[in-house]
């Protein structure tokens, strides 16, 4: 049988997307399947830092981040973390997380965040204060459609409407539904009425209400709610960055630092990463068994459908790729391209200014 992380490790490649030159992984890089091996302790002389994290309940994606501060990964590496509840009251802007959270004397910035190709745009700019030092994992998102529905490709959903939670961005999507054919409108992008933090029953209502009522005719949302909604037979995948080229050989998530520590810390930009990874890898072995570690210590409800995200974790590739510099190259082009960055501005020079890597 041929697994996703095999096809992105030695099938990949064969199939680049047009345009984007492979090069050797940079030297900051491990190869595929080292984030197996166990992390090399911080230096004795490495000054310790503390770490304001934001905890979104149910958020599959940030396991390794739970994961790394209970099995003591962090601590490993002279990190002193605490998870906060997100500020969800402060904008912000292209970033799925907000740069602040609530601490126990009020807000404080958010030292570290996974962020996602929309924040590049402020990121490039300075509006955003942080520096992209890793790829984390590819894989959490889903497309998906009614059990009944007629649609057969994602290219069908030229015209149609389809919903996506307020933070959603939809640039990627578009971009795998191809250019607009003729005798066919734009694609009609619908959200709920609801801002604020994650709620997946309050995500998960809406979903089935809209989709009960033919008020929206798919939906892209992040793991769990997509694949509950295919198990409860609701709905059936019509495309995930898990599995549908060329998104799934990209990093979806990818691990940001707040600019101010990495200057004051150059060596923290790998000593974060290097306990995400020894996270990480416990969950390729072992996904179910971290999943139940994780509801024990309170980071996911005892409501949770621990067999169903055990599958999701197995399915994502979180051991490095060696690609994280031409990813970057990626979304800048399609940011340009879709002129959200100046036409003249240069992909790889933007890259330069927002990525750290963090071997340095």
């Not at 197995?314 to 800048?332: C, H, M, S």
């Amino acid at each position: 049988m041929i697994t996703r992380r095999w096809f992105l490790s030695t099938g990949l490649p064969a199939i680049a997307v047009a345009g984007c030159v492979r090069s050797e992984p940079p030297p900051t890089e491990q190869a595929p399947g080292t984030a197996e091996r166990q992390p090399a302790p911080a230096s004795s002389t490495a000054a310790r830092v503390h770490l304001n994290l934001a905890h979104y309940p149910e958020v599959l994606c940030q396991v390794s981040w739970f994961l790394a501060a209970e099995r003591g990964f962090f601590a490993q590496q002279g990190l002193d973390v605490e998870f906060h509840k997100p500020d969800v009251s402060k904008p912000r802007g292209h970033s799925f997380q907000p740069p602040w959270v609530l601490g126990p004397d009020g807000p404080v910035r958010t030292d570290a965040m996974p962020i996602e190709y929309p924040a590049l745009e402020e990121m490039a700019s300075g509006m955003l204060d942080y520096y992209v030092v890793a790829g984390e994992h590819s894989g959490c998102r889903q497309l998906v459609i009614p059990t009944s529905s007629l649609i057969r490709s994602v290219a069908d959903l030229q015209g149609k409407r389809v919903g996506l939670r307020p933070q959603e961005d939809t640039l990627v999507w578009q971009f795998l539904i191809g250019p607009l054919k003729p005798g066919t409108g734009p694609t009609e992008w619908v959200r709920p009425p609801f801002e604020g933090g994650i709620d997946l029953p309050r995500e998960l209502e809406w979903v089935k209400q809209e989709f009960a009522a033919g008020r929206i005719e798919a939906y892209i949302g992040a793991d769990p709610v997509p694949e509950i909604l295919v198990a409860d037979g609701l709905a059936r995948r019509l495309a995930s960055n898990t599995w549908t080229p060329p998104l799934n050989g990209w990093y979806c998530c990818m691990l940001s630092v707040r600019r101010e520590l990495v200057d004051q810390h150059p060596d923290l930009p790998g000593r974060f990463t290097r306990a995400i990874r020894a996270a990480a890898a416990r969950v390729e072995k072992n996904p179910a068994e971290e999943v139940a570690f994780l509801v024990e210590k309170g980071y996911f409800s005892p409501s949770t459908r621990q067999d169903l995200s055990a599958r999701l974790l197995g399915e994502y590739v979180w051991a490095t790729t060696g690609r994280i510099e031409q990813d970057l190259e990626r979304y800048f082009q399609l940011l340009k391209d879709a002129g959200r960055i100046p036409a003249a501005a240069s992909p790889r020079e933007l890259v330069k200014r927002v990525y750290r890597p963090a071997e340095a």
